[in-house]
């Protein structure tokens, strides 16, 4: 899968991980503490609420099941496209982007939401689940080359290591600044996702959508398989 593209590694994956960011921060903020791209964050949430009795168990509870299903479907929709040799990776993004674009109509058509169990806050919770979903399974099969786009704890350790490495002339220099080169740029676009995504959900609700939703369609239009190393 090697198809032309005007993006390359850097742009593919600070849109990735905007996008997370962005969606992460309105779902968290929006649905009662749900972690649409971050599912391991849900376990805690889910512990936190059954220890202290808070709102919104049932919707992280969903969200890790759907989140399973919809990158096993996904899995299967690529692995299928591979053994034709066919192009898997616009059809993967675009599929996100329709997913998202779901998510939002719901989220406007059934908020504002008062209470944590309806049925409208909890498809729509779903359907932010499994748009992640999409787009982490997109990051462990034809994105594998690319670093985590959706937990940046492992990033984040990455670029003080090897910045401290380049300040003190310690290793391959050269590898680390080109490392850091790809790193921070993408480090720098999950912040910028999770504050306009914060910033968005205040200003103008769930129509804030409408941002990440773009960022997924150029990706669609855009993106590639890459194999570089990190």
């Given amino acids: 899968m090697n198809k032309e593209s005007f993006l390359g590694p850097v742009q593919t994956m600070s849109l990735l991980a905007f996008?997370?960011?962005?969606?992460?921060?309105?779902?968290?903020?929006?649905?009662?503490?749900?972690?649409?791209?971050?599912?391991?964050?849900?376990?805690?949430?889910m512990?936190?609420?059954?220890?202290?009795?808070?709102?919104?168990?049932?919707?992280?509870?969903?969200?890790v099941p759907v989140f399973v299903v919809a990158a096993v479907?996904?899995?299967f929709f690529i692995i299928r496209r591979e053994r034709h040799a066919m192009e898997a990776a616009a059809q993967?993004?675009?599929?996100?982007?329709?997913?998202?674009?779901?998510?939002?109509?719901?989220?406007?058509?059934?908020s504002p939401f008062r209470h944590h169990e309806t049925p409208g806050i909890i498809a729509t919770g779903m359907l932010a689940a499994a748009a992640m979903a999409v787009q982490n399974t997109a990051a462990r099969t034809f994105l594998a080359g690319l670093p985590p786009t959706t937990v940046m704890t492992g990033n984040l350790i990455q670029v003080i290591v090897?910045?401290?490495?380049?300040?003190?002339?310690?290793?391959?220099?050269?590898?680390?600044?080109?490392?850091?080169?790809?790193?921070?740029?993408?480090?720098?676009?999950?912040i910028a996702?999770?504050?306009?995504?914060?910033?968005?959900?205040?200003?103008?609700?769930?129509?804030?959508?409408?941002?990440?939703?773009?960022?997924?369609?150029?990706?669609?239009i855009g993106v590639r398989?890459?194999?570089?190393?990190?």
Avoid: C
């Avoid at 999770?194 to 939703?213: M, N």
């Fill in 19 to 45: 996008i997370s960011g962005f969606v992460d921060t309105l779902s968290f903020v929006g649905l009662f503490g749900l972690f649409a791209a971050h599912v391991t964050g849900n376990f805690v949430m």
């Fill in 47 to 63: 512990a936190t609420s059954l220890a202290e009795f808070r709102l919104g168990l049932w919707i992280k509870l969903l969200a």
């Fill in 73 to 75: 479907a996904t899995r």
């Fill in 92 to 110: 993967v993004m675009a599929a996100q982007a329709v997913l998202l674009t779901v998510f939002m109509v719901v989220a406007i058509a059934s």
């Fill in 162 to 190: 090897d910045a401290v490495d380049v300040l003190h002339g310690h290793g391959p220099v050269d590898t680390k600044r080109a490392r850091l080169a790809r790193l921070v740029p993408m480090l720098v676009a999950f």
């Fill in 193 to 220: 996702g999770t504050l306009l995504g914060a910033v968005g959900y205040v200003a103008v609700g769930f129509w804030s959508l409408i941002v990440p939703i773009a960022a997924t369609a150029a990706l669609a």
């Fill in 225 to 230: 398989s890459h194999t570089a190393p990190v």
